[in-house]
């Protein structure tokens, strides 16, 4: 079965960085483009960042362009967020999603999620 | 990208329906049929139940159905059960590769 586990998260200064993993498995992971989408403490959803099933493009929340980086490494099945120069509104649990056709019109899978605190 | 608009709670009694509106713009929810519906229990991922309006994954119940006009589309729980009490967001296709989302609306099944 399709399962998505996210890791890295954790306590984290303002102004310093954190990666973020997603580890896949269940399911032809390059194949399928993948998103990142936050929620913080009880607040709703917001998108962060999409990346095509090949890596060679990606897309960013107004929020996050030009501090976080989306990346993958279909070799280990693995999506990976780089967060820099983090803030405290960036404090959230930070979701891993499938994109079943790459297009935004199904997002199906979502991992359990990490939790980022951005805390002096 | 603005959140699109959903109320902040429903509620319903057991086997009643209740609907859950989603509110956007042309640039959003009125311009594409991209449109999807999540529940979400507390501590727990989200999970799809309604994607593209109108059409449910495989293994959600025929009980909860998905419709969309002009720029509102809506979520409907019919034969409401106590599990169905959760968080429910909507989602759309704002383009240029954006994703919007609802700020979530609180059923409570009573």
């Known amino acids: 079965q399709v399962q998505l586990v996210e890791s890295g998260g954790g306590v984290v200064q303002p102004g310093r960085s954190l990666r973020l993993s997603c580890t896949a498995s269940?399911?032809?992971?390059?194949?399928?483009?993948m998103h990142w989408v936050r929620q913080a403490p009880g607040k709703g959803l917001e998108w962060v960042a999409f990346?095509?099933?090949?890596?060679?493009?990606?897309y960013y929340a107004d929020s996050v362009k030009g501090r976080f980086t989306i990346s993958r490494d279909n070799s280990k099945n693995t999506l990976y967020l780089q967060m820099n120069s983090l803030r405290a509104e960036d404090t959230a649990v930070y979701y891993c999603?499938?994109?079943?056709?790459?297009?935004?019109?199904?997002?199906?899978?979502w991992g359990q999620g990490t939790l980022v605190t951005v805390s002096s | 990208q603005s959140a699109l608009t959903q109320p902040p709670s429903a509620s319903g009694s057991p086997g009643q329906s209740v609907t859950i509106s989603c509110t956007g713009t042309s640039s959003d929810v009125g311009g594409y049929n991209y449109v999807s519906w999540y529940q979400q229990h507390p501590g727990k991922a989200p999970k799809l139940m309604i994607y593209e309006v109108s059409k449910r994954p495989s293994g959600v119940p025929d009980r909860f159905s998905g419709s969309k006009s002009g720029n509102t589309a809506s979520l409907t729980v019919s034969g409401l059960q106590a599990e169905d009490e959760a968080d429910y967001y909507c989602t759309s296709y704002a383009g240029s590769y954006n994703l919007v989302f609802g700020g979530g609306t609180k059923l409570t099944v009573l």
């Open positions: 990346i095509w099933y090949d890596g060679s493009k990606k």
């Open positions: 999603a499938r994109d079943y056709y790459g297009d935004y019109s199904r997002v199906d899978y």
């Open positions: 269940g399911f032809t992971f390059s194949s399928y483009g």
